[in-house]
């Protein structure tokens, strides 16, 4: 596909179906700003493949749902970038082993990070260093996969388990504890 062929599609883009664009983009970020700079990310990514043809649609448009992905692709990378997944582990790492996080007069963040930083210290060997992985080493699942060549869908099981159970676990604590 030729530069000027790429560039015709992105145009008929533009001209047909930007406000439908904008109008995803919006549903996602709840700020028009926001939402038109997430389409103009998307036209720049457009810009930047090399083949727009495997996209093609009805002979001159592209596919409505491979555009809606990369909008949404688009914003929730632009949400890790805000809140780093980092964060999570420092807040965990404050509480150290020894605190007293039943202490009546501490807050309830730092009960939480207490019973989470329990919760962590039960899990199973792989679980708890996949996880330590994935945050200390700020990875995705599929730049983790890449590192570690373990299977995509092995992180995102490991993952969703080790959530499932941190939240059960802190959810039963504060039941039982306040």
């Known amino acids: 596909m030729t530069a000027k062929e790429r560039n015709d599609l992105i145009t008929h883009l533009y001209n047909t179906q930007h406000k439908w664009l904008l109008a995803c983009a919006f549903n996602f970020t709840k700020n028009q700003d926001s939402a038109e700079e997430l389409v103009q990310n ?20 592209l596919n409505q749902f491979y555009l809606y ?31 007293d996080y039943m202490n009546p007069e501490d807050n309830i963040e730092h009960k939480i990070q207490g019973y989470i930083s329990e919760a962590m210290e039960q899990l199973h060997f792989f679980d708890k260093l996949l996880f330590d992985t994935y945050l200390r080493e700020n990875h995705s699942i599929v730049s983790l996969h890449k590192a570690t060549k373990i299977s995509t869908s092995t992180i995102w ?22």
């Open 69 to 99: 992905k990369i909008l949404k692709s688009l914003f929730v990378k632009s949400i890790n970038k805000q809140t780093p997944s980092h964060e999570i582990t420092l807040a965990i790492e404050e509480t150290h082993i020894g605190d």
């Open 42 to 61: 998307l036209y720049v990514q457009l810009l930047e493949m090399n083949d727009l043809s495997k996209i093609i649609y009805q002979g001159n448009s």
């Open 157 to 178: 099981s490991s993952q969703q388990k080790l959530k499932k159970y941190v939240k059960h676990y802190v959810n039963e604590k504060l039941k039982s504890n306040g």
